[in-house]
């Protein structure tokens, strides 16, 4: 009984512990990797690399939880976990990061909260910097009347 | 305007379950002619004559088997016209009932009357197609090389199954990778978790490679490796009992 594994196709595409895939897995459902990935793994809902799975290669998701080891950036979405078995070897981009104690992560973090702060300032002190010169302008143009 | 084909009667619990089915199809208001395939005329050719006599429906009973092998000669015999497939299927709790959303043989019947119609893609293999699952059992794993759409892949399996829906699901694993009933019983109590070495994959065209000639099988299909698997171009329209899909 135990031998025959239930098998669930609604749940998206799942990676065993003993296959090695070449290319790129793409899937609209949810991804769940367990073996080894040379390419991209791409998702547009939950990507889990599991303990005993390796991945070289870019992974594109709205959440992804990292359990085993990656080469390759990570881009989440809404949000991204490397378990304390997790091994990242990349850069990463996401809203909500939590890398638990024992984790390593080596590579660039881009929080997009953080970027979309750092965009909205910099609009705005172009923003100030226009407004300013207007007003400068007007400053001018009253010296030009008075004179 | 109804053509009903029924598998040959093997078994006198099938004569029994004709009638029944004779009866529902009576008290609906469906009854039409009926054919069976036997050595003198085959399926080709009653399919053929339904097509000739322009019938609307061309309905299927039997078992799973007969169903595939039944949709797979209808598609080779009329590719473009417009007529419908029907089935009831016996095996209530086999593929092609949960596929069409029916549980016994009332719904089966309600199912062609209210001629609700859904348009599908059978998978095909070679010249031969199906319309639920085929696959392989190994009694020792052997490596297969898959390339689905693009992605390829290498690994020992002794199990394989590829299913039709939307796109063409595969669902492989090894045996041997498994742990024993006993152990997996054993780890069960206490808690240990079993490794999982089920791979589950999709897409719309499957090459298979296999170092020795491995018989892929279901329903009437019987395809060595090397082998492809896709879905057809040609939809088919089929009656389902809709509220249930």
Known sequence: ?147 | MYYYIFEPEKKFRRTLANRQLRRLLFREGITAEIATPNPARDLAEILETASQRKFSTIVAVGEDAFLNKVASAFRQTEPINRTVLGFIPYELKGEIASFLGIANLNEAVLALKRRRLKKIYLGKINQNYFLTTVGLTLSKPALFQLNIDGLELKTALSHLTIKRSDKLSINFWNKNTLPHPVLGLFYWLFGKKIKPDVTVLSGRLIKIKAPSGITLEGGEIEAKTPLSVELDNFPLQIIVLRSKI
């Open chain 1, 1 to 147: 009984m135990l031998r025959q594994p239930i098998l669930n196709t609604d749940s998206g595409t799942v990676v065993g512990t003993n296959v090695k895939l070449t290319g790129t897995l793409r899937d609209t459902q949810d991804i769940t990797v367990h073996g080894q990935v040379d390419g991209e793994v791409i998702s547009d809902k939950n990507v889990m690399i599991s303990e005993s799975a390796v991945v070289n290669g870019p992974i594109q998701a709205q959440a992804v939880t990292v359990a085993g080891k990656i080469k390759g950036s990570i881009q989440a979405v809404e949000k991204l976990e490397i378990l304390p078995s997790g091994k990242v070897h990349g850069s990463l981009e996401t809203k909500e990061l939590i890398i638990r104690s024992g984790a390593s992560f080596n590579g660039k973090s881009i929080m997009q909260n953080a970027q979309e702060e750092k965009d909205k300032e910099i609009r705005e002190t172009s923003g100030k910097k226009k407004s300013s010169e207007k007003n400068l302008d007007l400053t001018a143009l009253d010296y030009e009347v008075e004179e």
